[in-house]
DNA sequence: AACGGTATATTGGTACAACCATCGCGCGGC
DNA sequence: GCCGCGCGATGGTTGTACCAATATACCGTT
């Protein structure tokens, strides 16, 4: 029989992965500069104490993530990554090597967050089944159970949005919350932030459900605007505090 | 000498590359099911007639992408692509082996392009600096040149659009577009719609240039919002009249 | 009969070695 | 001065062997 269910088990790290990260780091940081040839597979493979083979799988990763181009006879070359990368990048740019959070990234991500949402609730409200909105009254309740336990309450959240996101009936969104919801799960996982419980009340969401289900667009648009821009502004005096308590988790704007 | 600016010579068509093309669409197509164990490596290279380690290759760009999860010891799994990946597999989902258009997602992504247009537009009027505003007016200048030249046309366009993008100053949209930009250029490129020309004319891009020069926000978004409209209306008539001559451009929404 | 641990087969990970295909640059001929 | 050939560098492919993690089957104990 055919194996199913590979589990939630963790991704063994090993020597490629390792290369790969490496080599990732490399790129964003610019110790590569954008167009310009990296070291050869032979010299990497040497400098990194490892197969050819080795070097060459995690080469091809970053082909795949954009953040290389790879030319037989001539080299492997670093792309710009704002000019050619895809959001699939945002994540490393995001996060750096020790889980600390860039912080002018931090505030990009934030405004973009604030319109997304809106506009993802938009397409829910325009585009939702019946089904869906019974999902969400559901995820609802769940999260009236879970009020206290934070971490377990983020899941909730993400859940609903996720929820929402499919409703809007639209695969652009969708794939786009999935790189903005692994953001955000990182996000909550890293910074201990028990400090935002009550922001947003029970009835609030509730009141965002009715207009999905009642379709009224402006009025979803309207509420998921509200919503994000409060969660914004509690981030950011977070993080006000963070840098006054001298917290490493969050790094200045190094540009180059 | 390092050697420098690897041209844009087209890549090269190898047996790695089409190995990783294959498996991209059979685990589009549902070829694989999502969850399930693929065939092992041993296996999948005898299939392709490559080696084992082409195939390794291949796979570790699908995992890049985030279409499968490799465990050691276990094996290889599809991924559910709508939960799990990221918006980079959009592409590969709009076009289809034969740069075929899905007309489902082709309809869902100018529903997104509707609404992210106007958005980035709002980021842009809200922060952009003089040389952009600068830089923007140059490019409306080209366009004036490159009026009659419709291919030339759509290049101007883009490069418009990307130096709004840069104006957002927001490193998310700009990643966003990077990867919208690239399919919209091929969408243009894979559709022969000379009868597109006259949607937009030079005054109202000017008038928006003008809202962004003197961060009018809403004024941006709402020019955005009609112009985006417009192009959406044209193209869903042009996708008609495709339809209609029994074009082989257009594949009907065709689900699991 | 139910449970647990060990042996074994399966499967992905790494290594070394050799050779092919393509590209770029320089040398030499025209 | 220009063109073309060829050589060296570099990525692409193959083969084999072995290592490491995992899953399964078997067997003994309880």
């Known amino acids: ?10 991704s063994t790290p090993t020597a490629s ?25 032979r010299e990497l493979a040497e400098q990194f104490n490892v197969s050819r083979h080795v070097v060459r799988e995690a080469l091809k990763r970053l082909e795949a993530l954009g953040l290389v181009r ?5 080299g492997v070359y670093a792309q710009d990554v704002l000019l050619t990368g895809g959001l699939e990048l ?28 809106p506009d993802v609730l938009r397409l829910a409200a325009r585009h939702r089944t019946r089904e869906q909105v019974q999902d969400l009254r559901e995820a609802l309740r769940e ?10 309450l983020t899941q909730v959240h993400l859940r609903m949005l996720r929820t ?10 969708q794939l786009i919350f ?31 459900v009715a207009a999905i289900e009642q379709q009224d667009e402006e009025l979803a648009a309207l509420l998921a605007q509200r919503l994000t821009e409060r969660a914004r502004a509690s981030v950011a005096s977070f993080v006000q505090f963070l840098l006054q308590s001298g917290s490493e988790l969050l790094t200045p704007a190094h540009e180059g």
């Open 178 to 208: 999935n790189n903005a919801g692994r953001v955000m799960a990182r996000l909550r996982a890293a910074v201990p932030l028990a400090r935002f419980s009550p922001i947003i009340t029970q009835e609030e969401l509730a009141h965002l």
């Open 17 to 41: 992965r390792a290369v790969t990260a490496r080599l990732v780091r490399n790129i964003l940081e610019g110790v590569y500069g954008a167009g310009s040839r990296l070291p050869t597979e």
């Open 1 to 10: 029989m055919s194996r199913q269910a590979p589990k939630d088990s963790h």
């Open 90 to 117: 945002f994540e490393y740019l995001l996060f750096g090597e020790r889980n600390d959070v860039n912080q002018r990234i931090l505030d990009e991500f934030l405004a973009f967050w604030a319109l997304f949402v």
């Open 143 to 152: 999260r009236a159970a879970a009020l206290e336990d934070l971490p377990c």
């Open 70 to 74: 790879i030319v037989q006879g001539s």
């Open 164 to 173: 929402v996101a499919q409703a809007a009936h639209n695969t652009v969104y």
